[in-house]
T-cell receptor, first 109, second 112 residues
Framework: AQRVTQPEKLLSVFKGAPVELKCNYS??????LFWYVQYSRQRLQLLLR??SRESIKGFTADLNKGETSFHLKKPFAQEEDSAMYYC???????????FGEGTQLTVNP | EAQVTQNPRYLITVTGKKLTVTCSQN?????MSWYRQDPGLGLRQIYY???????DKGDVPEGYKVSRKEKRNFPLILESPSPNQTSLYFC???????????FGPGTRLTVL
């Protein structure tokens, strides 16, 4: 079975501080991992996925297969980063998609 | 505009009264799915469809039905809703497989 865990339900940082949102997964095969974001009153949208290896809005995430983690990082948080963030996993063959519980990030001025 | 639409956006109903939430996409996506979002539990997949006439259970399918007769539509059916199905429901689609998901605006359902 595939599972995604986001250990922090709430995370609060000050503007300009580094932020790391944790994501751990369990899956025996080779996973595809995603980060989705939901800003207030907006639809869920993709933030980034590990196979693209790009930085979006200053965020990066590295897949660590040894630690089965896919933590999301940003060196300098901005107030507009305040949102709910979800980590998600699918098999490379792509059928079921499993989301974590979500982390509500608040960036204080 | 490429998008996923859901209707209704808000629904209050009573226990046992059958309801359908519609979902439609105009992007010619093969994959469609339904999720429910509950505080502390995140998003949980209810059902998904890899293509027309192909549907499969997600993590929490009990009490729900789906159908995929056309590529663009993927309705969610609650034959006999119960209060524990009170939730925020999202439909999503992707080009193929569980690829990048494009989400609808959500349907807030309350079952009394």
């Amino acid at each position: 079975a595939q599972r995604v865990t986001q250990p922090e339900k709430l995370l609060s940082v000050f503007k300009g501080a580094p932020v790391e949102l944790k994501c751990n997964y369990s899956y025996s095969g080779s996973p595809e991992l995603f980060w989705y974001v939901q800003y207030s009153r907006q639809r869920l949208q993709l933030l980034l996925r590990h196979i693209s290896r790009e930085s979006i809005k200053g965020f990066t995430a590295d897949l660590n297969k040894g630690e089965t983690s896919f933590h999301l990082k940003k060196p300098f948080a901005q107030e507009e980063d305040s949102a709910m963030y979800y980590c998600a996993l699918s098999r490379t063959s792509g059928s079921r998609l499993t989301f974590g519980e979500g982390t509500q990030l608040t960036v204080n001025p | 505009e490429a998008q996923v639409t859901q209707n209704p956006r808000y629904l209050i109903t009573v226990t046992g009264k059958k309801l359908t939430v519609t979902c439609s996409q105009n992007m010619n996506h093969e994959y469609m799915s339904w999720y429910r979002q509950d505080p502390g539990l995140g998003l949980r997949q209810i059902y998904y469809s890899m293509n027309v006439e192909v549907t499969d259970k997600g993590d929490v399918p009990e009490g729900y039905k789906v159908s995929r007769k056309e590529k663009r539509n993927f309705p969610l059916i609650l034959e006999s809703p119960s209060p524990n199905q009170t939730s925020l429901y999202f439909c999503a689609s992707s080009l193929q497989g569980a690829d990048t998901q494009y989400f609808g605006p959500g349907t807030r359902l309350t079952v009394l």
